[in-house]
């Protein structure tokens, strides 16, 4: 089974401000097989990326992912006052799909 | 609109049986797989597995396998997740997700459903 480690586990930021959170998986993995959600309280996860660095769909340009092999990020170019809310890394090459512990996007 | 449409809420006994339906709408039900996913109280994501609707064929987590049992409908474009000898730590919301493919993540949740499982 492949590890998802996320980090930080909270990251306490001021609206405008950069978020970089990152992602690293217990084996290589292909860059295809990485996605991103948002998930605030009470509600379902949302798909922000794909493929590492591939937006869904209406999800807006400040959200931008990268990385290969281990190594991944989401970066939140700026941050709005809805984008405070906990991220999870997922890959779905290996099964069984797995997710990251997930990082807190807190204000600060 | 595409969506995902989850049974309610579920209480139930250690040792019973839920079973969770996910109703598909807008789309090709045939089109997509459909992955079972919960969350504890507080916890992260879990996959649980999927179903391939045109074939019926599923794939578990081996975590679940001999408990879960993952089904389908399609005259009602339905999946069921049914989860037996259900423990305390069963507690969680039940989520279905839609998934496009091998390099997409999943696209569509249902709004979840929670089982609580008490004596």
């Known amino acids: 089974e492949i590890v998802l480690t996320q980090s930080p586990g909270t990251l306490s930021l001021s609206p405008g401000e950069r978020a970089s959170l990152s992602c690293r998986t217990s084996?290589?993995?292909?860059?295809?097989?990485l996605a991103w959600y948002q998930q605030k309280p009470g509600q379902p996860p949302r798909l922000l990326i794909y493929?590492?660095?591939s937006r869904a769909t209406g999800i807006p340009e400040r959200f931008s992912g990268s990385g290969s092999g281990t190594d991944f990020t989401l970066t939140i170019s700026r941050l709005e006052p809805e984008d405070f809310a906990v991220y999870f890394c997922?890959?779905?090459?290996?099964?069984?799909?797995?997710f990251g512990g997930g990082t807190k996007v807190e204000i600060k | 609109q595409v969506q995902l449409v989850q049974s309610g809420a579920e209480v139930k006994k250690p040792g019973a049986s839920v079973k969770v339906s996910c109703k598909a709408s807008?789309?090709?039900?045939?089109?997509?797989?459909i992955h079972w996913v919960r969350q504890a109280p507080g916890q992260g994501l879990e996959c649980m597995g999927w179903?391939?609707?045109?074939?019926?064929?599923?794939n578990y987590a081996h975590k679940f396998e001999g408990r879960v049992t993952m089904t389908r409908d399609t005259s009602f474009s339905t999946a069921y997740m049914e989860l037996s000898k259900l423990r305390s730590d069963d507690t969680a919301v039940y989520y279905c997700?839609?998934?496009?493919?091998?390099?997409?993540?999943?696209?569509?949740w249902g709004q979840g459903t929670t089982v609580t499982v008490s004596s």
């Open positions: 179903i391939n609707p045109t074939s019926g064929g599923t």
């Open positions: 493929a590492a660095s």
């Open positions: 997922q890959q779905y090459g290996s099964s069984p799909l797995t």
């Open positions: 997700a839609r998934w496009p493919g091998p390099h997409y993540g999943m696209d569509v």
């Open positions: 807008g789309y090709t039900f045939t089109g997509y797989f």
């Open positions: 084996q290589s993995i292909s860059s295809s097989y």
